[in-house]
């Protein structure tokens, strides 16, 4: 277990790893997506109370989706860094932050944008959408702390705490919508019980969240190239990895 | 408007959000590469320069030697 975290923890190891995997994720997210955008938009059929209304369901909740999953990876990489002092951890941590953002910025706007015709209004202050406005704060505090902080070790140190205490906003989120009364509709898909919608309509929005995900592996891999490239000093791996004799 | 693009009265409001949805991943792949080129870029610089100061030191040093002797 330790020498598999050290072997994984290796930036020369990572960089020729993400170099072979980061184009297949982009592909995979490409083709997913594809798919799933047209299936959501174009096969699916038309929801009996929400009418064509409901296929922004499809951009909404794998945005949704991807916001809790970049938090966790962030705050676990985050964690990884500090227990076992691992910089490469460090720096996967600061490669997802700006892209957590921006996916819980996209699910906040799609939401939004979904609520308008459906509640009569673009934002209420209800559990699910303040906790996930909390969740866009926390991934700016994070960056906003990394950036403050001057010296390396000790940004890494104070953002990893940070992102690690934020991880009890994700549960508040996930839960809001049972544990409070919310305009906000229960989870479409669950692990446990059965999907609320058939199967036509299911299919598409799993395409999409799986997309996603990918979506994220590869821009994770790009961005933590470029992390690991800022923090690496003269090494003889960089500059074969970087062609400079 | 082409019939299979209009969705009635919510045509607007799920265009715009997959519109949305586009710019946010294009200016995510944009970002993401544009980072890494330019740390590539600026890592390339730092190197070389670190290969031409130690080889200006090295020469120096040689013809001090060199004018002593």
């Known amino acids: 277990m330790w020498k598999f975290i050290h072997k994984f923890g290796s930036p020369p190891h990572f960089f020729r790893l993400s170099e072979l995997l980061a184009p297949w994720f982009a592909w995979i997210a490409a083709i997913l997506i594809l798919a799933g955008a047209y299936g959501g938009l ?13 296929r922004i369901i499809y951009v909404h909740v794998p945005s949704a989706s991807l916001s809790l999953f970049v938090y966790v990876t962030m705050a676990t990489a985050a964690a990884v860094g500090l227990i076992w002092r691992i910089k490469l951890a460090h720096a996967v941590a600061a490669a997802a932050a700006p892209i957590g953002a921006s996916f819980t910025f996209l699910a906040l706007a799609t939401g939004s944008i979904w609520a308008k015709p459906m509640w009569g209004t673009w934002w209420v202050w209800d559990a699910r959408l303040t906790s996930e406005l909390v969740l866009l704060f926390l991934y700016f505090g994070y960056m906003a702390l990394r950036a ?14 940070l992102a690690i205490i934020g991880v009890i906003n994700v549960p508040i989120i ?7 009364h919310t305009l906000h509709q229960t989870a479409s898909i669950s692990k446990l019980g059965k999907p609320s919608m058939p199967p036509d309509m299911y299919i598409w929005l799993v395409m999409m969240i799986v997309g996603f995900m990918f979506f994220f592996g590869a821009l994770l891999m790009i961005r933590t190239r470029a992390e690991v490239i800022r923090r690496a000093r003269d090494q003889r791996w960089l500059r074969e990895a970087l062609g400079v004799s | 408007m082409p019939d299979f693009l209009d969705f009635g009265k919510h045509t607007v409001h799920v265009w715009s959000a997959f519109g949305l949805t586009l710019v946010v991943m294009v200016l995510n792949i944009v970002a993401a590469r544009r980072s890494l080129a330019e740390r590539s870029k600026s890592a390339r610089r730092r190197l070389t320069g670190d290969a031409v100061a130690t080889s200006t030191v090295t020469t120096t040093t040689v013809t001090t030697q060199g004018g002593e002797s």
């Open chain 1, 42 to 54: 174009f096969v699916a059929p038309t929801d009996y109370q929400q009418m064509d209304g409901f």
């Open chain 1, 148 to 161: 403050a902080i001057e010296d390396e070790n000790r940004a890494d140190r104070a953002s990893a705490l």
């Open chain 1, 174 to 180: 996930k839960y809001s919508v049972e544990w409070w």
